[in-house]
């Protein structure tokens, strides 16, 4: 099914104007890109209205994205890797964000995990896409920990039960997806920048 879409679709394109051989492979990779995510975000979906896990799953969803949004992260490197690490994050996370309550003691661990992580570690790059140059590094960098800070002040804040475990388990899998041990669990190699130094300044 994958393959058809991205052939139909390499196909009209073709159609409508000349794509070298380089741009063909860049159109694969980014059409592969939407066909996992599309398909993965219906069979979420599905799920979550099946188990009543809605409001949980578009909060987790939006504030999960925001802390990757710079902090970046590990990818799993087969579609089917993809399938059973992001099913339990997040259907699993949903019903522990509804149905448990974090004591206090653990939050506050969590955020000085979360702050030494984003620290050290964000942003993690990924082979496909080694973050090469030095200064979006550091920007990246930068704005992961205002987007940090953000969450932090929010969870202060709010009253919201739902809302604190969100952020809460936000901050977990995302300081897990950045953490260089994570990526030597998957045999995957971190800072991939540091094999381009030519161009990383």
Known sequence: MKRKFIESSIQLIKRKKTVSELEEKKLRYGLEGFYNLATKTIVLLILAIILDLIPEFLLLTAIYSTLRMYGFGIHMKTSLQCWFTTVPIYIGGCLLIKYLVFPDLFNYVIWIFGFFSFLLFAPAD????????????????????????????????????????????????????????????????????KKYPEFSV
């Open 126 to 193: 990924t082979p496909a896409r080694p973050l090469i140059r030095k200064k979006k590094r550091i920007r990246a960098k930068v704005l992961a920990m205002v987007i940090f800070v953000c969450c932090f002040v929010l969870f202060l804040f709010t009253s919201n039960a739902i809302l604190s475990n969100t952020i809460v388990y936000a901050v977990i899998i995302e300081s897990i997806s950045i953490n260089p041990l994570t990526y030597k669990l998957f045999h995957t190699s971190f800072n991939n920048y």
